[in-house]
């Protein structure tokens, strides 16, 4: 596509259900990066891809926030028994290399709500 | 760890005066330096950069901003507001070690008619 795709754009869940959000990035994009953004917090990074390979997961916030990239294109969020503190827009951005000097093209997010 | 820091929560401007989105940020070596846009129910979109030379540097949409090294900011500006400038505008620093960006807690404008 010419930008960067995100499902759902919008998710409702009960406490404790797991939810995946998935994002499709510019072809021939071979950084892929995930952010969390909260109401009042600005944007907190999740985590890094460059191609398959995730050299940079420090800001998955614990053990039930996971990521994977498949083919060097598609790549899904999971997060585990929700919790409403979970509840945030998440971001997904890619670039034709990781950034140094270059730009980071964002999806519009998905909006996800525990309930 | 690079940050940056954006001071004021929203600012308000009357359409026509001059737009001012202040961000400092604090590095180890040289910064780069970004600005994003992100209009309701929409990603961010890129502004403008700043990785070398001239300490002005213009963007899309009629913005610009000023690098200054003394005063480690790097204020968005510009000349004469739009309605449609009204957005959420977040700056952003290279993270060094990490091939990231981090970004501030972001600026709501407010342009009124």
């Known amino acids: 596509g010419a930008g960067v795709s995100q499902s759902p754009s919008n998710k409702v869940t009960e406490k404790g259900k797991d939810v995946e959000l998935r994002c499709d990035p510019i072809?021939?994009?071979?950084?892929l990066y995930w952010y969390r953004q909260s109401l009042g917090q600005g944007l907190e990074f999740l985590i890094y891809?460059?191609?398959?390979?995730?050299?940079?997961k420090s800001g998955l916030p614990s053990d039930r926030f996971s990521a994977e990239r498949t083919g060097g294109s598609v790549s899904t969020l999971t997060i585990q028994r929700t919790q409403q503190e979970d509840s945030a827009v998440y971001l997904c951005?890619?670039?034709?290399?990781?950034?140094?000097?270059?730009?980071?093209?964002f999806g519009e997010g998905s909006r996800l709500t525990v309930l | 760890a690079q940050s940056v820091a954006q001071p004021e929560d929203q600012v308000n401007v009357a359409e026509g005066n001059p737009l001012t989105v202040k961000c400092t940020y604090s590095?180890?070596?040289?910064?780069?330096l970004f600005w994003y846009v992100q209009y309701p129910n929409r990603g961010l979109q890129f502004l403008l950069k700043?990785?070398?030379?001239?300490?002005l540097v213009k963007g899309s949409y009629g913005f610009e901003a000023e690098f200054n090294k003394s005063q480690t900011s790097f204020h968005l500006k510009k000349p004469s507001a739009l309605v449609s400038d009204s957005a959420l505008y977040f700056c952003?620093?290279?993270?060094?070690?990490?091939?990231?960006?981090?970004f501030g807690k972001g600026n709501q404008v407010v342009v009124i008619p």
């Open positions: 952003a620093v290279r993270d060094y070690g990490n091939n990231r960006l981090a």
């Open positions: 951005a890619s670039s034709l290399v990781a950034v140094n000097t270059g730009e980071l093209f």
């Open positions: 891809f460059q191609g398959n390979s995730a050299p940079d």
């Open positions: 590095v180890s070596g040289n910064p780069y």
């Open positions: 700043y990785i070398t030379g001239d300490n």
């Open positions: 072809s021939g994009h071979t950084a």
